[in-house]
Structure formats: structure tokens, C-alpha cells
């Protein structure tokens, strides 16, 4: 492992040094979209033929239709996965494996994309670049920004006495910060506006994960640094952060901002992971397709003692990928101490909890996703929760891009006379690269397992542009 650390960093160190020696050459140039006409793309993949490393573009991509077309982050995140490669190749056969005019070409093409490829050497972002990274602004050679606005308007139907229409907006602008060839830094600043209907139909599953606070908010929603090591085996991030960045993670039913907009099927309803705050997390990559993630986080970020009353967990995440088809699965436990809130947990007490979050594509359209969670029934309001659903891309031929989601879930409310379900339906309508058009429905049943409240019916639209 040491060897490889030493190789890979020289390896990296003669293309960030080799950049100040050789210009960029302007066919090399890449635009905010790409074909795989593109001189670069082109490069890119004749020295992974070369040195036989495969998987750096999608098949489509590389087969050159017309369909397929790429965005510069996209064409980074291949350059810096065909990098780590290279950087693998020369730690097991010495640096003479790669040839000195590949190198030049790496530097160059590094050059081109110093903006996207410091975003791509940000893991937590992989996930959801999708929202914030793909129009990234390169402000210097070591900061970026880039940056998405959130709309979200509800309407409840059924609800007695009264319906309720609720309107929450968000901003966030992402600063990342290159301090070193494997450090990274990252600050998003939120402004949210809006409480959400949850405020007005109580329930566990939480409607709107978006929602915020009537009084406009400002924040750092977070602020940390990463630092990779071992070939990038090993990272580590500390500061301001969201443990669900990291664990519980799912391909489809991760993030309100464009996909299920309930926080029951962004993360496991009995998840328990604090708000964000102080935390760290490590991930190590055992083998290829395996890692391993340790997190803690502060359940008390208010208190004196960031170290009191922690919440921990550690995961097993396990990657298949079978032809073009790919699938995660992840298995965790946690160690909950957060103080009672009077709402969710209800006994101080170290309480554990366990969990798995699957997602497997079926294929090149369909994608399904299944979670299952439980918890110390002695210290909360719920016992267990499970979702399942997926998401089906180009229903319609005409709207190749736009996604449908669908998902069914429910929770178990200790005491009460039935579970909490909850199923929600969003299609996602692509306008434009920058613009997304969501309307929704969701249909909550027994809120808070009370079967004396009416079901309700929530009608939503949410639209998001980033920048």
C-alpha cells in the first residue's frame, strides 16, 4: 500500500509538474457538451486502449451515437478515473510503464479541466453532481464554484378541517478549494426559505426534505476538507458535515433536490443521523468493489462538548456491476447517544440501530431501489421502516431525458394502531441542461400511525435550475 501511495504521488507529481512545461494545445479545447468526435475524449480513450483501461466512458459514448452526449464534468471524471488507473499501473511496474509524450497529454487535458477535475477529485460530490456540479465555474486554477436554486410548491387535498398550501424555496453556492493534489476543501453556503406542509399534517415521513424555516436562513451548510491517501484507498473528511452524504447512500432516492422529495426515501426514516454539524467520516477500499466507512457526528451541536452525546456508525458497501448494469448495496449499524428531542426519541440512552439501501439497474431505463431500517424500539417513537420503488428514464421516446420516480414506504409507530405509509410519484421534465420541471403527488395514510386522522393527498411542484 505504501509503495503504491509513493508511485501514484510521482506519477501525479509529473503531470501537475509537467503542465508548467508544455502549453495546452487548442484542439484539446473541451465545450460545455461533447461528442466522442471530440479531440480530447478521443485522447482519453486511446491511451486507456493503450495501457488497457476500460469503463472510462459509457458504452454509448464510446460507440459514438448521436444520443450520447457528455458535459465537461463528465469528461473529467474519466480523466481523473483513467489518472488513478495510471497512477496503479506505474506503482506495480515501476514509472517507465507510462509512456513520457501520455504524460504530456495528461497534463494538457488536466489543464483544460483544472476547474471540473477538482470537483471530481471530490467524492462526497460524485453523488450528486447531477444538482450542483455540471455547470462548475472555475473562478482560479485552485477554486471552483457552482451553485442550484430550489422551488417547491405543496397543496394538501382531504385534510380536515382544513388544506393547506405551503411554498419553500432554497439556494445553495458551493465553493471547492484545491489545497494540495489530494486535498480538498468545500464550503456550501444555504439560504432556505419556508417551513414546509409538514409543519401543518404532522407525520414521521417528512413530505418536504427541503423545508426549512419561515424566517429567511443563511448558513454554511457545510465546510469541510477532504483528504485522500494510498492511491486514493483511503479518505477522510472533517469539518461541518452531512453523515448522509456518505452513508445510507442510494443511486435513486437520495436527494429532495431532484429526486424523491420526502425524507423517508432520501434517507431510512429510522436513520437517526444528527442535523449537520462537527463530524468526521474515513472510508477505506478494501477491494475493488468493496469498502468499508466509519462516521461520527455530533448530536449536540449546540452544546458545550462536541464529543457528548455523538452518534456513530460504520458500513459495508458492496458494488456489482454485471456488463453496463450496476448495482450498490450497503449495510449498516449505528450507536445513537443525541439527547431526547420529545418528538422522534424519546429516552436518553445510547441506542443502536441497523440498517441496508439497495439499488440495482435492471436495465438502461429501469432502476429499483429497496431500503430497511430498525431501531431501539425502548428509546424512539418508531420501531422500523422500510421503502422500496426505482425510477424509469425516457417514458416517453420524444422525452428521452426526463425520469419517472415511484415509491411505496412505511414506518412503525411504537404504541400506535397501525404503521405510517407513505407512496409518492414525481416525473421529472427535463427543459433545458440547467432547468428541471418536477410535478408530484404523494399520498400519506394514518399519519403517525393514528388511523382516527384523515389520509391526505399532497400535490407538489418543484423546479430547480442550476448554474
Known sequence: MKKLSVMGILLLGCI???????????????PEKVDVKNRACQEIMRIGKKYQIEGLFPKDFEEGKDSCILSRLEVAVSLQLLTERLAEKAAKEGGGAIAREDLEMLSNLKEELRGEILLAQTRAFQLRYDELGTHLHALTKSITVSGGLTGILQGSLGNRPKDYNDLV????????????????????????GGNGIDARLPNFSVLNGVAGSTNDRVRFREAWIEHATFGDRLIATIGKISLTNYFDSNAVANSENSQFLAGAFVNSAVLGAPANGPGVRVTARLAE????????????????????????????GYKVKCGEREGNYHVYGTLDGALPDGSRKLVQKDAYGFGVSIDQQLTDKLTLFGRYGQHDRSAYATGRAWSVGGQYIGLVSARKDDILGFAFGQISVIGAASQEKLSEVYYKVKVSEQIAITPMVQYLINPEGNTGRDNVTVLGLRTQIIF
Do not use: N, W
Open 16 to 30: 501537475m509538474v509537467s503542465s508548467v512545461a508544455f502549453a495546452m494545445h487548442p484542439e484539446l479545447t473541451v
Open 169 to 192: 424555496g432554497r439556494g445553495d453556492v458551493v465553493f471547492s478549494f484545491k489545497v494540495g493534489d489530494a486535498t480538498t476543501a468545500v464550503m456550501d453556503l444555504e439560504s432556505t
Open 289 to 316: 468493489p468493496l469498502t468499508l466507512g466509519v462516521g461520527y457526528g455530533s448530536g449536540d451541536a449546540d452544546g458545550a462538548d462536541i464529543l457528548d452525546h455523538g452518534f456513530g456508525i460504520a458500513e459495508l
